[in-house]
């Protein structure tokens, strides 16, 4: 190979198809990450429609993430064994496909079942699209790529909630998911016209063990937060048994992995400190900073009574900070120590989320903007120097399944995070219920304070049915309040963390000939 060619194949020679590859893997990657935001904004208009409580219609996202988990563990396999170009037009088509099921869903079971497979089509997405940018730029461009990439599809986030408040307020949420069609298809043109497709490794061993322990465990961890406030947590025979399948399945898939020859999860991954790090990391931003993306909408628009389209704009700015940390962190990718981007990036998703739990029923339009905007650059400090460092001594061979393992930590630890607040929210709501209706009672001294308004009037059917409601609206905003509180403290005890990452610096030159 000459020298040209050479520098071409490690990424730094000129390649006219870099370009085309960036837009088509962005496209891709934008319908997907459209999708949650268009969809959680037209929660609570799914929850009418199909007839579904609170509880229930969070599943709709938290399937989503959980099958999308479970499939993301496999990527790495199936790239190998049928081709990296196949399996990604495979998933777009497939997307595509369960986006229409979904929106002609008439039950929520219906549609927890075509969520379950649009997140099985959906997971090798992410992780093929940022293993496709990182193979197609040289190392010494990695950090302004994935800012490129990052800016790029955060088009998505911005424009989502607008797009999907719009379509549900004029025609219905349906509309959200069928609105998906035109960008998958985008996106498939793109990857048969400008990516080639890789070699396929037929010798690589599929670890069924290992994928199905992990794949249970996973599944039952995940049932097990969105079940546990409803059944009572461990009072429950059903909670103790998953449980106990939850610490089996985990502990045979460890050992399964530390003696086996050929482990579901490459051995070498894990041994790169930075990148174990980063998966912890990532973990904690789905958890803390992604399932706002849930209850936002659910605070906008049960709580605060905004028309969809107004809730939407409202978290349009987070989309457009987010915009602005990925720029940010792009800019600053050669300038400033990551560790330091990446700390910025959780004091500011605790600033973010300490200044929503402070806001009451009542609060302004500007104040909820300013809360959104920093949660939102929280987002774009954190992801570009975290995925940056984690990659930083990876070899090229084990890139699409790292890229797999952080997509799946993510988006897990989204799931995770959204059955956490909402069961926080609905313990608290169902406790401050009780404690409020407690006091709100003929004898108390409360009904009889002058300022006590009339049409909470206790001798009439209007006014109970009045009072009730004031009630239950207050209980439910000290459950968002206590949310916001324990995502403040999540993000702070992150920082720490932080710390332990080593600095990204260029690897030894025994680490760059491992990667070309």
């Known amino acids: 190979m000459n020298e040209a060619a050479a520098a071409q194949e490690a990424g730094d020679g000129p390649n006219i198809n870099r370009h085309m590859i960036t837009a088509s893997v962005m496209m891709a990657t934008t319908v997907v990450i459209m999708d949650m935001t268009i969809a959680t904004i037209a929660l609570p208009h799914m929850q009418g429609g199909l007839g579904a ?22 990527t790495g396999f199936l790239a190998g064994r049928i081709g990296r170009k196949r399996l990604f037009l495979i998933s777009l088509f497939g997307f595509a496909f369960c986006s229409v099921l979904s929106g002609n869903a008439s039950s929520i079971e219906e549609i927890l079942i075509y969520r379950a497979l649009q ?13 496709l940018m990182l193979d197609s730029y040289p190392r010494r461009l990695h950090g302004k790529a994935l800012a490129l990439w990052g800016t790029g599809v955060m088009v998505a986030p911005v424009m989502g909630p607008v797009i999907g408040g719009w379509l549900t307020d004029e025609y219905s949420w349906r509309w959200v998911f069928y609105v998906s069609m035109p960008f998958a298809v985008i996106g498939i ?57 939850v610490a089996l399945s985990f502990y045979l898939f460890v050992v399964h992995s530390a003696t086996t ?13 930075n990148y174990a790090l980063g998966l912890v990391l990532m973990f904690l931003l789905g958890v803390l900073v992604l399932s706002l993306n849930v209850i ?36 600053l990718a050669n300038a400033m120590d990551p560790r330091l981007q990446i700390a910025l990036g959780f004091v500011s998703t605790a600033y973010s989320a300490w200044l929503f739990s402070t806001f009451t029923t009542d609060v302004g339009t500007w104040l909820l903007v300013l809360a959104a905007f920093s949660n939102g650059i929280g987002i774009g400090l954190i992801f570009v120097p975290l995925t940056t460092v984690a990659f930083w001594t990876l070899p090229v061979p084990l890139r699409t399944e790292a890229s797999t393992l952080t997509s799946l930590m993510r988006n897990y630890g989204s ?41 909470w009037n206790l001798g009439t059917t209007e006014g109970l049915s009045a009072l009730g409601a004031e009630v239950s609206r ?36 025994a680490g760059r000939e491992q990667t070309t």
């Open 53 to 74: 409580n609170q509880d229930q219609i969070s599943w709709v996202m938290t399937t989503y993430f959980m099958a999308q988990a479970i499939t993301m563990a496999a």
């Open 119 to 131: 997140g099985m089509f959906s997971a090798p997405v992410i992780p093929i699209s940022q293993a």
């Open 189 to 245: 043109a793109g990857t048969l016209l400008f990516i080639r497709e890789t070699p396929l490794d037929l010798e690589r061993r599929f670890d069924w063990f290992g994928f199905m322990t992990i794949g249970i465990a996973l599944a039952a961890t995940q049932f097990l937060f969105d079940r546990g406030e409803i059944e009572g947590w461990f009072d429950s025979r059903v909670i103790v048994v998953t449980a106990a399948i």
């Open 261 to 273: 020859d050929t482990p579901f999860i490459d051995r070498r991954i894990l041994a790169d400190r």
């Open 296 to 331: 936002m909408p659910l605070f906008l628009q049960n709580l605060r009574g905004m028309p969809v389209l107004t809730a939407a704009m409202i978290m349009m700015p987070r989309g457009l900070g987010t915009l602005c940390g990925l720029v940010l962190a792009g800019r």
């Open 415 to 455: 799931g995770i995070g959204v059955s956490i607040v909402v069961g926080v929210l609905s313990r608290t709501h169902s406790n401050a219920s009780a404690f409020l209706a407690e006091r709100a009672n003929p004898y108390s001294d409360i009904v009889d304070a002058p300022w006590f308004p009339e049409r």
């Open 474 to 509: 207050q209980a439910m905003a000290i459950g968002f309040i206590n949310d916001f509180h324990l995502i403040t403290i999540g993000a702070l005890v992150s920082i720490p963390l932080v710390l332990l990452l080593a600095r990204g610096t260029d690897p030894p030159a």
